[in-house]
């Protein structure tokens, strides 16, 4: 016969074990999940030279459209490294919240869109162009891995790393 003590004791331990349980699913959120995935170094530290970390720990949901340390070394010479000096905080910055969307955008969602090209609105301001046609493509860059979940959103692999689109200077008229 099982006694009421131990049915408590049974429960005290289950507890015990999905609080565990919960207490390390949640530290996984973007910055984490990237960090473990061991392919993001450069994207890391790209991203506490930017002071961005605080932001992608944050609530969310985003969407991170996240290059590897390959797509970092494809580069021109010296980029990256003149990115992260100090004085280029603005810029890194500006690159970085480009391959980042407001919301969960899964695979799923992506490409169930009707239109085989379309633009999604970054967290920089500009969007991102997305392209159904060969694959799934975003700004010229090939998605090679999706629906990397984290618990404050998503992260989609990508072989580029992603510039926004260049302002163009106003005309001035002679």
Partial sequence: MISFKSVLAGIA???????????ARAADDIVDTAVKAGSFKTLVAAVKAAGLVDTLKGK???TVFAPTDEAFAKLPKGTLESLLKPENKAKLTAILTYHVLPGKYDAKRIT????KRFGIKSVQGSSIAVDLR???RVSGANVVKTDVLATNGVIHVIDKVIQPPRKRAPRRHH
């Fill in 60 to 62: 969310g949901p985003f």
């Fill in 112 to 115: 169930s869109a009707r239109a």
């Fill in 134 to 136: 060969k694959g799934v």
């Fill in 13 to 23: 331990i289950a507890g015990s074990i999905l609080v565990g349980t919960a207490s």
